[in-house]
């Protein structure tokens, strides 16, 4: 854990949290510290499309290898090398010593990847390492690993026997939601290679225009195996799904979209081997007849496939959500490394609280989100928004209601309820609600007197200066 923080007991009810441990002051945004994850694995499925570092995350700087991973080998080697003198001749793809392999094949970013690799977890997982050679040796890990996958399913079972009691259960399910709501997806675009690739046609294209019959001859012959290895390319990516690249997102269509993919499985499945074949045969050679109309210019502009997996942050798994947080997480986008950067002023001592859900969303969103963690929040955010919300409520109730008035000038459209008052709304309703069924009683009853004065002078004091209405045309 990076020493600039440090974990600490928050209340009994929140429990722990992760606390600013350095004197210096921040100030909105600035890095508090970086870390990286304290476990990661690349999706499987990714690993058939990209080729990474297995410690960092980061795409190896190799163009062609990513070319050949995506491809099949065989069909590549041929190309390879024509691709690859052009590439050194014109600089497009620069030579990448810094890549480290493994005996067994694991590949690494640098040296020093691979002796933190080994360190941590490779020295027992490697299946080329001379220290494993030994039979012994490898008959104790075979037994120790047998005994470990034995006890771990005793107790899994027992927890999800009915022998067990709902503590135990709970305990279960607790433990795995941990690590799936902490769990972060590590998503690493590869845009060196495509850029690598366009200078690598246009290197082409210079070498035919300015070069003698055999540069001509040579740079039309890696142009075209340039758009056949694209196009090869967008054939591959187009046979797998989104789910096979490794491509997991939270989408509220997942489930319709996973309900038609069951289907489209299960005829599958109904047919033999053969029948599958050739449904394969039949959409490769769908997908070819697609790519090849498409121009090389266009192909150039796809893109290649990100580098998707999923890290356990060690420090972000401990910090507590909070709608008004004052620290984000930020991704560079080229390792697995985080930053934590503030967003608001933090001196020593602060909790560092991040928001879990994105903080843009209203309340009641953010309270349903917030569920799936298994609390709910009651923050000073929280509950201004739930009683601005009530507010508005009542007041959309009471909008728009005119008061009435003796006077006619004096009739207008007022608010029933002052947007200010809360507590006493109810009784300001009531009271604003009499008055507009008192006032209209009361002039239907003094109209009604002023007609009957009018038909009955007897009861008229001002009929003896009445004219009439002949006297008043005169």
């Known amino acids: 854990m990076p020493p600039c923080v440090r974990v600490d007991k928050v209340s009994p009810d929140v429990g722990l949290g992760l606390y600013y441990n350095n004197t210096t002051a921040t100030s909105i945004g600035d890095v508090l510290y970086k870390d990286r994850p304290l476990f990661h694995i690349q999706h499987t499925a990714n690993r058939r499309y990209v080729t990474a570092c297995q410690t960092c995350s980061k795409i190896i700087d190799n163009t062609v290898l990513q070319l050949q991973t995506i491809l099949d080998e065989d069909a590549f080697r041929e190309a390879q090398y024509q691709v690859y003198e052009l590439g050194r001749e014109s ?141 090869e390319k967008q054939v591959a990516l187009s046979m797998w799904s989104s789910e096979m690249e490794g491509v997991y997102e939270d989408d509220d269509d997942d489930q319709e979209e996973e309900d038609n993919d069951d289907d489209m499985m299960s005829d599958v499945v109904e047919h033999d081997d053969v029948e599958h074949e050739q449904l394969v045969a039949e959409e490769l050679a769908q997908l070819r007849e697609q790519a090849r109309g498409v121009a090389l210019a266009e192909l150039v502009q796809k893109d290649f496939p990100s580098f998707h997996g999923t890290g356990f942050y060690s420090t972000v798994a401990r910090m507590n959500h909070s709608c008004c947080p004052n620290a984000k997480v930020v991704f560079n986008n080229t390792t697995n490394e985080m930053e934590v950067v503030s967003l608001a002023p933090i001196k020593y001592g602060d909790e560092l609280r991040i928001s879990y859900v994105p903080i843009h969303l209203d309340v009641n969103t953010r309270r349903h989100r917030l569920k799936d963690y298994g609390f709910y929040c009651n923050c000073d955010r929280c509950v201004t928004e739930q009683q601005q919300q009530q507010q508005q409520q009542q007041q959309a109730a009471f909008y728009g209601v005119p008061e009435w008035n003796i006077d006619p000038t004096k009739n207008q459209w007022r608010w029933c309820v002052d947007p200010a008052w809360y507590g006493g709304m109810r009784d300001k309703a009531n009271m604003d609600m009499y008055r507009l069924m008192v006032y209209p009683f009361f002039g239907y009853a003094l109209l009604y007197l002023h007609s009957r004065f009018k038909q009955n002078d007897k009861y008229n004091v001002f009929a003896k200066w009445r004219k009439d209405d002949d006297d008043q045309q005169e």
């Open 91 to 231: 600089g497009a793809l620069p030579d990448n010593n810094s890549m480290v392999k493994c005996r067994c094949g694991e590949i690494y970013c640098s040296e020093e990847c691979r002796v933190s690799a080994y360190k941590k977890h490779h020295w027992a997982l490697c299946v080329a390492d001379e220290a494993t050679d030994d039979e012994a040796v490898g008959d104790a890990y075979n037994l120790l690993a047998d005994a470990f996958m034995s006890k771990k399913n005793e107790i899994l079972g027992y927890l999800l026997s009915d022998k067990c009691d709902y503590g135990g259960r709970r305990l279960y399910e607790n433990i795995v939601g941990m690590f799936d709501m902490n769990n972060i997806d590590i998503e690493i675009h590869n845009a060196k290679a495509k850029k690598e690739v366009s200078e690598l046609v246009a290197a082409a294209a210079a070498s035919a225009a300015n070069g003698g019959n055999a540069n001509r001859e040579m740079a039309a012959t890696v142009t075209n195996v340039l758009c056949n290895i694209l196009r």
